[in-house]
């Protein structure tokens, strides 16, 4: 039964990816196909697998707002020397050096792709809202349409914080694009922070208002909902709700949300709300489970991913992050130094499964030692369960949720109780101590926690940013708010 399950899994994908491609390439100017694309509720859920592959384009997800471009804003890989192709970009981005071609050429098909995608969940938004009709029931079109909403909110957030403004600080004020148009060459109504962090949040809130009580995270587990066919779901398309923005990966990207915006106690509630979560029988939602998931070789930590993408051949795209067993380093590969690996993990490399499972250390670059590669994305081949435990990018994690919550908790004794689970259950290191005291500055000790946690995942830039750091670990230079504002790399919303 557990083959049955994976092929299934990749049958739906499959069945889905020859439709989706021809949602992904819809003229713009052609109306007739659009009208005939939402006239059923598969073509519904091929728009909506078409986004989700979206995300998963080596132009977003897929590699530059996870593995590569966006880690080396914030400085996380090794580059000493200009070179050629896509890491003659990163080594102009670790240097926030954006005037040179490379970077504002990566950095522009970032932002056309985030539009992109954001524009084919609009078009899901607007056509459930007028075809009703097609749908089994209202409870599957509130999915639909709440899914379509979070993708909506999940790429809006990421545009704010690589191209608008530092939350509270000293830079020239953005006004961006919050896109609501259903046509590749429409322009969207641009707003200062405040109106589009209202519509960001009014996003998030409609997804999560969609989604509740009708996602059926609600009344199966979510490892029932891996294994569809066992639990006989009527609709397969609503199984593996990891792999889609489901009702608690929307409350875990509101606190996301609400921690950027320095709205601290919104964000403790909601980040407080996942971890506590439990499911009809009583039992927790999703919970911590980094240590375990790293010594059983699932490096990207599947079973406490919120939400996930899909992606078969993440193994391929993340050849440039090397991994796995000895190897030699290549001119266009990412890495890091084993002194830079030391100074990331200064202490407790005995326990702590991020060191000890998560990076090859007998790396060498041009036949010299001493340098080191994440294996996130790394797996045998014969790896049991691929589609489950390996073949994934995450997107939002318990992690998270937990270095939230002991961020923004005004209890200290709360956080110290929190930060001993996440260490203990996430990562295997034991403290026998507290770690905060009423004048403790929290943030010197998450800020280097969310360096060891997401690295390879695209969440350190925006930590720093929203912090307001003035230095960044590996960087020479003073940070300024300018580097933080990439609005000046932007020529256009879309891609030509």
């Known amino acids: 039964m557990k083959k049955y399950r994976f092929i299934l899994l990749y049958v739906i994908l499959g069945c889905l990816s020859v439709s989706c491609n021809d949602w992904l390439d819809v003229n713009p100017e052609t109306e007739q196909k659009e009208k005939e694309q939402f ?5 519904f859920c091929t728009a909506l697998t078409g986004c989700y592959m979206a995300m998963g384009n080596t132009d977003a997800y897929g590699q530059k707002l996870t593995m590569s471009h966006i880690e080396s804003l914030a400085g996380l890989w090794y580059i000493k020397e200009e070179s050629y192709g896509d890491q003659s970009a990163d080594y102009y981005l670790k240097a926030h050096d954006y005037e040179q071609d490379a970077a504002r050429k990566a950095i522009q098909a970032i932002y056309s792709k985030l539009f992109n995608i954001i524009v084919q969940a609009n078009k899901i938004i607007a056509n459930a809202k007028t075809n009703a009709g097609v749908f089994p029931d209202e409870a599957t079109r509130s999915v639909i349409m709440g899914e379509a909403y979070a993708i909506r909110a999940y790429c809006q957030l990421d545009v704010l914080r690589l191209f608008g403004e530092v939350p509270g600080g000293n830079s020239g004020k953005v006004s961006l694009p919050y896109s609501e148009v259903t046509a590749f060459n429409d322009q969207s109504m641009r707003y200062d922070f405040d109106s589009y962090t209202e519509k960001l949040l009014s996003d998030l809130k409609q997804a999560e208002t969609l989604l509740k009580d009708n996602d059926p995270v609600f009344s199966h587990t ?3 909902l891996n294994s569809p066919a066992d639990i006989e779901l009527d609709d ?3 199984g593996y709700r990891q792999s889609r923005l489901n009702y608690w990966a929307v409350k875990a990207l509101q ?8 709205q601290k106690e919104e964000a403790y509630m909601t980040a407080k709300a996942v971890i506590d979560a439990t499911d009809a029988d009583g039992e927790p939602v999703m919970e911590l489970t980094g240590d375990e998931d790293r010594t059983a070789g699932y490096n990207a930590c599947p079973n406490e991913c919120l939400f996930y993408l899909s992606k078969y051949d993440v193994k391929t795209v993340a050849q440039i992050l090397i991994g796995g067993a000895d190897v030699d380093a290549r001119a266009n590969n990412l890495y890091t130094t084993l002194d830079c690996l030391n100074e990331l993990f200064p202490k407790n490399k005995d326990s702590d499964t991020r060191y000890t499972t998560g990076w090859n250390k007998n790396l060498k670059s041009y036949g010299r030692a001493g340098f080191a590669a994440i294996k996130k994305y790394w797996f045998a081949d014969d790896a049991e369960d691929l589609a489950l435990y390996y073949q994934i990018i995450p997107m939002l994690r318990m992690a998270e949720m ?3 919550a002991i961020e923004t908790t005004t209890d200290v004794e709360e956080a110290n109780n929190l930060y001993a689970d996440y260490l203990l259950y996430g990562c295997g290191v034991a403290l026998d101590e507290n770690a905060f005291d009423v004048q403790t500055k929290r943030t010197d000790i998450l ?3 969310y360096r060891r946690e997401f690295f390879a995942e695209g969440q350190m830039f925006y930590a720093y940013k929203r912090t307001g750091a003035s230095e960044m670990l590996w960087c020479d230079d003073e940070i300024t708010d300018e580097v933080y ?4 790399c932007v020529n256009t919303e879309f891609n030509p």
């Open 39 to 43: 006239s059923s509720y598969r073509g």
């Open 447 to 449: 800020l280097p926690e």
């Open 236 to 238: 397969t398309y609503m």
């Open 402 to 404: 937990y270095l939230i």
């Open 255 to 262: 606190a996301r949300a609400y921690l950027y915006l320095g």
């Open 485 to 488: 504002v990439l609005w000046n």
């Open 222 to 224: 979510f490892e029932e």
